[in-house]
């Protein structure tokens, strides 16, 4: 039970700097090689709350020393952010984050007002997509969209 007690008391130090480092910087950087904005999203977000728990840590380091289960609290934490079965980082973002920052909010003034209303609705990939869409096929073609959208909301 001495080498198998040692690694249970240890697992933190001996997993963690893989499941917090290791695989965040590996998948981060495919993600930046993938075209899915997604992943950019899980992987932004993981570092972002990396980095409040390090700042966590580094504020209440004195307090954090007499918690005795803490390191594998903070594991289970970053297991859970990290592993795709759980996807923790995107759903944090998803649920919690976007509700208080309205971010990309930002509209081109180059739209009509109408436009402009239906873009800042959508989230950041969408409003890519319908920007590109409005500059290809221009902006009457959008409005015959929308307008086909809404009569068929009406049948429902």
């Not at 289960?69 to 980082?89: Q, R, S």
């Not at 984050?97 to 509209?107: F, L, P």
């Not at 997509?129 to 009406?154: C, H, L, M, T, W």
């Amino acid at each position: 039970m001495g080498v198998l007690g040692a690694v249970a008391r240890h697992v933190d130090a001996l997993i963690g700097p893989g499941v917090m480092l290791l695989y965040p910087l590996y998948a981060s950087m495919r993600a930046i090689e993938s075209p899915s904005t997604l992943d950019d999203q899980q992987w932004l977000t993981y570092w972002i709350l990396y980095s409040l728990i390090t700042l966590f840590e580094l504020t209440f380091w004195k307090i954090l020393q007499w918690v005795p289960l803490w390191a594998y609290v903070k594991l289970l934490t970053c297991l859970w952010l990290v592993l795709p079965i759980f996807n923790g980082a995107a759903y944090i973002y998803e649920n919690v984050v976007r509700k208080y920052v309205k971010v990309g909010s930002y509209v081109s003034p180059s739209y009509s007002d109408g436009h402009r209303k239906v873009l800042q609705m959508m989230s950041l990939d969408a409003r890519k997509s319908v920007e590109q869409y409005i500059n290809r096929y221009g902006p009457d073609a959008f409005d015959r969209v929308v307008k086909a959208a809404e009569k068929e909301a009406k049948k429902h």
